[in-house]
């Protein structure tokens, strides 16, 4: 695997990126101390909002929601809601709401559809054009 020399957008450190993550092993270090500080803060005190833990951690707003988001913090010990990344309505966990989560798969599922009708058209399609078809 080629190491790629690149800066750390926590603390601006040139360093080898062996394509693990973009942050230098020692903010690695410190996401995770501070990722188990939110975890026995939120047990300790479950009805904590997210700006009152980054209040008495001093811990980013996004690194909290980025631990919800990814199921890092235990549902059932929570009542923090955060945005829906495509709406902005408060949820509670997930990174969209289910109305959007919806939305996102028919999208999907749409997509997925069409790229195999099209894909079968194209077997469908099978055979050898003369220059003379290309023409008229």
Same mark, same amino acid.
């Given at each position: 695997?080629?190491?790629?020399?690149? =800066?750390?957008?926590?603390?601006?450190?040139?360093?080898?990126?062996?394509?693990?993550?973009?942050?230098?092993?020692? #903010?690695?270090?410190?996401?995770?101390?501070?990722?188990?500080?939110?975890?026995?803060?939120?047990?300790? =005190?479950?009805?904590?909002?997210?700006?009152?833990? #980054?209040?008495?951690?001093?811990?980013?707003?996004?690194?909290?929601?980025?631990?919800?988001? @990814?199921?890092?913090?235990?549902?059932? =010990?929570?009542?923090?809601?955060?945005? #829906?990344?495509?709406?902005?309505?408060?949820?509670?966990?997930?990174?969209?709401?289910?109305?959007?989560?919806?939305?996102?798969?028919?999208?999907?599922?749409?997509?997925?559809?069409?790229?195999?009708? =099209?894909?079968?058209?194209?077997?469908?399609?099978?055979?050898?054009? @003369?220059?003379?078809?290309?023409?008229?």
């Amino acid at each position: 695997m080629a190491l790629k020399a690149t =800066n750390c957008p926590g603390c601006g450190k040139l360093f080898l990126n062996p394509g693990t993550g973009k942050y230098c092993p020692d #903010c690695m270090k410190k996401q995770e101390e501070q990722m188990d500080e939110i975890a026995s803060f939120v047990r300790d =005190n479950p009805r904590s909002s997210v700006s009152e833990i #980054c209040a008495a951690l001093g811990v980013k707003k996004s690194l909290v929601i980025a631990m919800l988001q @990814s199921g890092r913090l235990e549902e059932s =010990n929570i009542n923090i809601k955060y945005p #829906c990344a495509s709406c902005g309505k408060m949820i509670r966990h997930g990174r969209y709401c289910k109305a959007c989560g919806k939305k996102i798969t028919g999208e999907i599922a749409a997509s997925l559809q069409r790229v195999r009708k =099209n894909a079968a058209e194209q077997k469908e399609k099978k055979g050898v054009y @003369s220059k003379d078809q290309w023409l008229k």
